[in-house]
């Protein structure tokens, strides 16, 4: 599924927070760039994912990141894995590699307050690290799924997701993502990973997911 106005929205919003950076450390600096790149990026992150895979692909064979092949392509991600193990140890954040692929799961308790997409303050230097590796690895593709428990209804619970993993990829474009590697999606209440019936286990299934794929030859 495709959410392109939820996207917009999202990017536009974050407009005038992107004329600012803001570090770990507090310290605020002025972003000269100005919001006219960021609206250029919102834009480029809806034409990434029109035409799925293939639009992907193309975007960043235009910006000049290779495809990988052979053997080059686990050691990419077994690089890529370490260095998201290292930087995201104590965050919260559960790092799982399957095959050459890694998912990041980011807790719903730690990313946003209770019923909200506005990623948590304390959050900001999670976000940092993780937009640093992947700008240090851009051969990669970038999921960002939405999730949510099951309490409240589907179509609500459907529409927070989405809101959620919109305000992720956001938080990513403005600290320095190539937008054109971002697929968003919400998945509401659909893939819980654990029971709906404890309490552990809706907090588990309130996430996001961040799933990084390799720009492989085709």
Request: charged share 20%; with cysteine; net charge neutral.
């Amino acid at each position: 599924m495709m959410f392109r106005s939820i996207l917009a929205g999202a990017m536009a919003l974050g407009l005038a927070a992107a004329c600012t950076t803001t570090d770990q450390y507090g310290n605020v600096t002025q972003n000269r760039t100005g919001t006219g790149v960021l609206a250029g990026a919102a834009a480029g992150a809806l034409l990434g994912t029109l035409a799925g895979g293939d639009d992907r692909r193309n975007a960043l064979i235009g910006a000049g990141v290779g495809a990988l092949a052979g053997g080059a392509v686990g050691n990419y991600m077994d690089r890529q894995e370490r260095e998201f193990r290292e930087r995201l140890r104590e965050s919260g954040v559960t790092v799982r590699r399957v095959g050459n692929e890694l998912v990041l799961i980011m807790p719903g308790n730690l990313t946003f307050p209770t019923d909200s997409a506005q990623i948590q303050p304390r959050f900001g230097p999670v976000l940092n690290d993780v937009a640093d590796v992947l700008q240090t690895y851009p051969a990669t593709y970038v999921d960002i799924i939405g999730h949510t428990d099951s309490v409240g209804s589907a179509e609500y619970n459907q529409t927070l997701s989405e809101r959620r993993a919109s305000s992720v990829a956001s938080a990513l474009i403005q600290r320095g993502v190539l937008s054109d590697r971002l697929y968003v999606a919400g998945m509401g209440e659909t893939m819980p990973i654990a029971s709906n019936e404890t309490d552990e286990g809706r907090a588990a299934n309130r996430r996001v997911e961040i799933r990084i794929a390799p720009h492989t030859q085709s």
